[in-house]
C-alpha cells in the first residue's frame, strides 16, 4: 500500500530503533529521565525558547498550552480551518471553559490582521463581552494545503497581539517543514510566538511526542497542565530517544517536499483531476476529482482497491501527504494507480 494519508503513518528508522533501544531512562514525572531532558533542552534550542517539554500527542501540546494562556472565561481567536479548531474535539472549551472565535482562513493560510483585530471589543470594559486572551496561528497550514505563513505576516500579528496585551501560541505541528521552505532557522519563525507546539511524530517520523516550547515560567505551568490532563509519563525516555534522532537532521523533509511537487505536477496532467502545483510549498498535495464517474468516497475506493491510501480533508478534497516512508518511485506509482482508476471507461 502506498500510503499518503498523512505523515503520521511514518515508522521509525533504524536509528531511531537503535536510539530507542539503548536510551538511558528514569522517572520523566520526577524530572530524571536524562533523555528527555535532551529533547526538551535541544528542542528549546532549535526554537529560540528557554524551556520545552515533552507532550504524547499535539492535541495534548495545544490544549495545555491554551489552558496556561487563557483564562476561564476569555475567548481564542482561531482559524477556521485550523486544527485546533476542527481536530481537537474543543478541548479548549471543555477542559478550560475558553470560548472560540473562528476567524476565516484566507487561500494562503493567513487570518487578515483587520479580521483578527475584529475579534478585540470597541469597549472592553464591556462586562457583556468574553475578552481575547490569545490568539493561535498554525504554520504550516494543513486544511490551506500545508502552506508557509510569511515571516513579515507573522511579525504583524505578534505585533497586534502585544499591542491588545494577549499571546500568542504557534500550532506548527509542522514547523520544520515551514522552516525549510523557507531556508531559515525554525527559530526565526517562532520569536513571532508566545509559545510553540511541534509534532516529533509527523515529518520529522519519530513514532510518539509533541513538543511545547515557551518561556521558563510557562513551561513551569504547561507540566501542570499536562499532569492533569493525565499527560506525565514515566520512563519516557524511550519516546524522546526517537525525537532527538528526528531532530538530528529536519533538512531531509526538503525530500518530502520534493516528491509532492512532483506528485501535483503528475496530477495536474490528469483528465478528471484539478489541482495546482504552483500551490505545493511543502509536503501536501490537495486535489479534487472533477471526474463525472466518480465522487470522492468512489475514487478513494477504488484508489485503495489498487493499493493507493488516500482521505478527504474537508470541502470534497483529497489530500496526499508526502513523508519518509515515500519516495519518487512510490510517487510515480501513485500517479498510474490514479491514471488507471480514472482511464476505466474510456478506452485507455
Not at 480551518?81 to 484566507?106: R, T, W
Not at 506528485?263 to 489541482?275: P, R
Request: hydrophobic residues 45%.
Amino acid at each position: 500500500m502506498i500510503e499518503l494519508r498523512s505523515d503520521t503513518f511514518t515508522l521509525p528508522t533504524p536509528a531511531m530503533m537503535r536510539a530507542m533501544n539503548d536510551a538511558p531512562l528514569g522517572d520523566d514525572v520526577y524530572g530524571e529521565d536524562p533523555t528527555v531532558r535532551r529533547l526538551e533542552e535541544r528542542s528549546a534550542e532549535l526554537t529560540g525558547k528557554q524551556a520545552a517539554c515533552l507532550m504524547p500527542s499535539g492535541t495534548m501540546a495545544n490544549l495545555a498550552s491554551i489552558l496556561v494562556h487563557a483564562p476561564r472565561g476569555s475567548k481564542m481567536l482561531v482559524g477556521a480551518e485550523s486544527d485546533i479548531y476542527i481536530y481537537e474535539a474543543g478541548g479548549a472549551a471543555v477542559c478550560g471553559g475558553v470560548m472560540y472565535e473562528a476567524v476565516p482562513n484566507q487561500p494562503d493560510g493567513r487570518l487578515l490582521v483587520s479580521d483578527l483585530a475584529a475579534g478585540f471589543p470597541d469597549d472592553a470594559e464591556d462586562e457583556q463581552f468574553a475578552l481575547p486572551s490569545l490568539i493561535t496561528l498554525e504554520n504550516t497550514q494543513n486544511r490551506c494545503g500545508g502552506v508557509v505563513l510569511p515571516q513579515e505576516y507573522m511579525k504583524e500579528v505578534w505585533e497586534l497581539a502585544h499591542e491588545r496585551d494577549v499571546a500568542v501560541h504557534l500550532d506548527g505541528a509542522r514547523l520544520f517543514n515551514a522552516a525549510v521552505a523557507l531556508g531559515i532557522p525554525a527559530s526565526e519563525i517562532a520569536q513571532y510566538a508566545d509559545s510553540v507546539q511541534f509534532c516529533l511524530s509527523k515529518g520529522l517520523g519519530a513514532p510518539i511526542g509533541s513538543m511545547v516550547t515557551g518561556s521558563q515560567d510557562f513551561i513551569t505551568e504547561v507540566r501542570r497542565a499536562r499532569k492533569m490532563l493525565g499527560g506525565g509519563m514515566r520512563q519516557a525516555g524511550i519516546i524522546a530517544a526517537a525525537g532527538l534522532v528526528a531532530l538530528d537532521d529536519p533538512g531531509r523533509l526538503q525530500e518530502d517536499h520534493d516528491n509532492a511537487l512532483r506528485l501535483a505536477l503528475g496530477l495536474a496532467e490528469i483528465e478528471g483531476i484539478e489541482t495546482d502545483p504552483a500551490a505545493v510549498r511543502t509536503n501536501i498535495v490537495m486535489f479534487k476529482v472533477t471526474d463525472p464517474r466518480h465522487t470522492w468516497q468512489t475514487f478513494v475506493e477504488a484508489a485503495g482497491y489498487l493499493g493507493l491510501s488516500l482521505a478527504e480533508l474537508g470541502h470534497g478534497r483529497l489530500r496526499a501527504v508526502t513523508h519518509n516512508g515515500i519516495g519518487t518511485a512510490d510517487v510515480d506509482a501513485a500517479l498510474s494507480i490514479v491514471r488507471k482508476v480514472l482511464g476505466e471507461g474510456r478506452g485507455n
